[in-house]
């Protein structure tokens, strides 16, 4: 299961001419992070607004994924939830400079966490957890209450651009114990082995390599098993967990799963179908905060035609 750790081009450094735009960006986003919540959330739609216009391929990816995961849905629907998306996602982008540049700013009073004692149950039985998420448009907003529960690290992708590198990875240490890339396998197994919570997400096309195919809104999508193997390795419980927001209210909800039964059953295929369904099942509550703008069936089977039009 181990990886080959991928060779990368060593970054500029930070000081560089050619990040100042980045530390311009940084600063404006330093500002934004102390703004009224109801200023927050008008420039994340109007950043939404922006990227729609403005985004034509990755306007075309959501387009094409909403209308094959919503066929019931009329075209206007369709095209409805494509802008809604967009907007979800502008706040989720702006929102989570909130904990990674003002982590002082208490919002602990508009965090409501629901199936906590899932948690608890299965960090009581020693054997570290398998916390299975997906890529919704709340992400790091949630920081604060979920670093508060002490026990869950988080995973990663890193980013070429090193003034964002360090701006994730220092915003997510003020809250979690670990922050793990995660092409590193042997620091996830060690911290499941002391009992730790990893938040995994398994939802996105990495390629055939180390991915099966199983639907995903009746759609054949290349999913990855690292989740069911890393729970088979260590034997460790695996519950899922969803984070959505409610933008009218100003609050944001944490739900944790009841341990998955009989998951991982041995069969990563069977695995991989159980994971999607339960996946969309969360999805379809709010299917506007998902990243539909991610090519999550980019990957085809055999001999299919491609699935986006671009590629065609």
Request: hydrophobic share 40%; aromatic share 10%; net charge positive.
């Amino acid at each position: 299961m181990a990886k080959r750790k991928r060779i990368r081009t060593p970054p500029p450094p930070l000081w560089s001419p050619k990040l100042w735009p980045t530390w311009l960006l940084l600063g404006v986003c330093w500002l934004i992070a102390r703004l009224p919540l109801s200023w927050v959330f008008w420039l994340g739609r109007r950043l939404g607004d922006v990227t729609y216009r403005l985004g034509r391929s990755r306007r075309l990816v959501a387009q094409t994924n909403i209308a094959r995961c919503f066929p019931e849905l009329s075209e206007a629907e369709q095209q409805q939830l494509v802008r809604d998306s967009f907007q979800a996602l502008g706040i989720g982008a702006v929102e989570l400079m909130i904990p990674w540049l003002n982590p002082k700013r208490d919002l602990s009073d508009r965090f409501d966490v629901i199936g906590k004692e899932h948690l608890d149950q299965a960090i009581a039985e020693g054997r570290g957890v398998v916390l299975i998420g997906g890529h919704f448009a709340v992400m790091d907003m949630i920081s604060q209450p979920l670093g508060d529960m002490g026990c869950i690290d988080v995973m990663y992708r890193y980013n070429k651009n090193p003034v964002w590198e360090r701006l994730q990875v220092n915003g997510r240490k003020r809250y979690f114990e670990g922050v793990i890339e995660r092409d590193d396998t042997r620091q996830t197994l060690r911290r499941l082995k002391q009992g730790r919570a990893i938040w995994y997400a398994a939802d996105q096309d990495y390629g055939p390599k180390h991915s099966i195919f199983a639907p995903f809104f009746g759609v054949p999508a290349a999913t990855i098993v690292a989740a069911s193997r890393f729970a088979r390795l260590n034997n460790s419980p695996a519950l899922f967990m969803r984070q959505t927001r409610n933008e009218a209210k100003q609050r944001w909800e944490i739900c944790f799963s009841p341990i998955l039964e009989g998951f991982p059953s041995g069969d990563d295929e069977q695995d991989a179908q159980r994971l999607n369904a339960l996946l969309e099942d969360q999805v379809r509550l709010h299917p506007e905060q998902y990243l539909w703008l991610h090519k999550r069936f980019k990957t085809r089977p055999p001999g299919e035609p491609a699935f986006y039009p671009e590629e065609a």
